[in-house]
């Protein structure tokens, strides 16, 4: 029988993380592990990654919620079984909490990994053969500081590169974008931009014609989410692909989905699985975004190396089973902003993210 427990752990940055919304100097998480009541050295850890401030799990019964699974699991009230070749599986379980269900999802399949029972398509991962291409992210800041992080992601070699935009004045923004453009043609870098709703609907698609002089690759959540009639109007009409993110938080619903991508109609959408539902629903949202040409990457959501590794291993599935968007640069590179992140064998060679052995 397989036992359950949890822990909180505090992540310090390493600097100040600053966007649109917020700035943070710390992140709560919580580590969920299982084990094997046969076999106690046999372990799978995941990360129940609650980003307070943003994610729809952000409120006040979260750990409690952590502990009545951890009870459920306990009591044999989950559904965790073992199939006929001995991997655990959920057997269609789903907790309200996408972050909980994260964790809960990468424990399992890292109790799988290390039993023995590791799934083909993340085979190359776990052997370290595998190697994911990930865009260098740059946090706001003032216009020096973030010229120097600019400056510090290409000289690292990245070929795609994020920018946070929408904390400081619009001007010095666009004089980082030519910044970079006058260094970097679009042969050369790709150009991400990430606004976390910044703009609002009446100034969104002026200030998407002025950015997409510098050959911008994407924009992510122009506008805040929940306003779907005029997303739907800016996906059409910009200049620039428009990225959904932020509104496909606490959206887990099979049809919710699909009116979504429907209705708004957007080029891409990220993924977050602490945000969007656990890996058994960022994986729906990716098979409904291919169904309708939309294009995909994955992204962390500020976890620990846990959670990077456990995003890591479902991208490199995905590429595996032959998704073409799973060779995009995919947003994984944030291993390095804490001083006390847990130690795990990833490694970052320029913009490719492996695992060692």
């Avoid at 924009?219 to 009409?237: H, K, L, N, T, V």
């Avoid at 938080?249 to 429907?262: A, C, P, V």
């Avoid at 599935?317 to 064998?345: D, F, H, K, M």
Wanted: proline share 4%.
């Amino acid at each position: 029988m397989i036992k359950a427990e949890y822990s909180r752990y505090v992540l310090h940055f390493k600097e100040p993380a600053i966007t649109s919304r917020q700035t943070m100097t710390e992140k709560e998480t919580f580590f969920i592990t299982l084990r094997d009541e046969k076999c106690p050295s046999l372990f799978g850890i995941g990360e129940a990654a609650i980003f307070r401030g943003l994610s729809a799990d952000d409120r006040p019964d979260y750990e409690s919620a952590l502990s009545v699974l951890c009870d459920d699991i306990n009591n044999g009230s989950v559904n965790l079984v073992r199939d006929s070749d001995g991997a655990y599986t959920l057997n269609g379980y789903r907790h309200l909490y996408s972050s909980i269900m994260f964790g809960l999802e990468s424990a399992v399949v890292d109790l799988n990994i290390r039993s023995g029972h590791c799934p083909p398509s993340m085979v190359p991962w776990e052997k370290g053969e595998s190697a994911i291409t990930i865009n260098g992210l740059v946090w706001m800041g003032n216009s020096q500081q973030m010229l120097k992080r600019i400056d510090e992601k290409l000289s690292a070699g990245f070929k795609c590169v994020k920018l946070k935009i929408g904390g400081i004045d619009f001007n010095d923004e666009m004089r980082l974008l030519s910044y970079i453009r006058e260094r970097f043609d679009k042969s050369r870098l790709l150009l991400r931009l990430d606004a976390n709703g910044a703009f609002t609907p009446d100034n969104a698609l002026e200030r998407l014609d002025a950015l997409s002089r510098y050959d911008i690759h994407s924009i992510e959540q122009p506008i805040r989410a929940g306003q779907w009639e005029s997303m739907a109007a800016i996906c059409a009409d910009s200049p620039i692909p428009i990225a959904l993110d932020e509104e496909l938080i606490g959206s887990h619903n099979t049809d919710f989905k699909r009116l979504m991508l429907d209705t708004i109609r957007p080029q891409m959408i990220i993924l977050k699985p602490s945000l969007c539902g656990g890996l058994s629903d960022a994986r729906e949202w990716c098979d409904e975004a291919d169904r309708r040409g939309i294009g995909w990457w994955y992204t962390s959501a500020l976890e620990s190396n846990i959670g990077l590794n456990a995003i890591a291993r479902e991208v490199s599935s995905l590429a595996v089973e032959g998704r073409p968007c799973a060779s995009w640069p995919q947003g994984l590179g944030t291993g390095n902003l804490y001083t006390n992140n847990i130690p795990y064998p990833l490694h970052l060679d320029s913009d490719r993210l492996t695992r060692l052995q």
